[in-house]
């Protein structure tokens, strides 16, 4: 059974940091991406990570601020978010994509994701 939970959002203040970290079991062989959803607004592309050559990807709303990366031992992805505005406030969501060495036009679209987590809440203070 194929389950991805996410875990490490919270409230931080403008300029803060937060890792959140999406653990995935009963899939291999997936490319992963972070999306996120603000209140009123529809569900964005924040960053993805191909399966096998860790290829990365990211909206240029927080190029340069966040990091995805994956542990391939756990199963396990994470995005390390620094530098934090309050317009990052969101319920991210991490999410699983069949495509997994895609480019940018399979993994920036959310119809193309085959799984997706619970989400967590991240709220950035000013």
């Known amino acids: 059974q194929v389950q991805l939970v996410e875990s490490g959002g919270g409230l931080v203040p403008a300029g803060g940091s937060l890792r959140l970290s999406c653990a995935a079991s009963?899939?291999?062989?997936?490319?992963m991406g972070w999306f996120r959803q603000a209140a009123g607004k529809e569900r964005e592309f924040v960053a993805a990570?191909?399966?096998?050559?860790?290829?990365?990807y990211y909206a240029d709303s927080v190029k340069g601020r966040f990091t995805i990366s994956r542990d391939g031992a756990k199963n396990t992805v994470y995005l390390q978010m620094d530098s934090l505005k309050p317009e990052d406030t969101a319920v991210y969501y991490c999410?699983?994509?069949?495509?997994?060495?895609?480019?940018?036009?399979?993994?920036?679209?959310?119809?193309?994701?085959?799984?997706w987590g619970q989400g967590t809440q991240v709220t950035v203070s000013s």
């Open positions: 009963g899939l291999s062989n997936y490319a």
């Open positions: 999410a699983a994509n069949r495509y997994a060495d895609g480019g940018y036009y399979y993994l920036g679209r959310a119809y193309e994701y085959d799984r």
């Open positions: 990570i191909t399966w096998s050559a860790g290829t990365t």
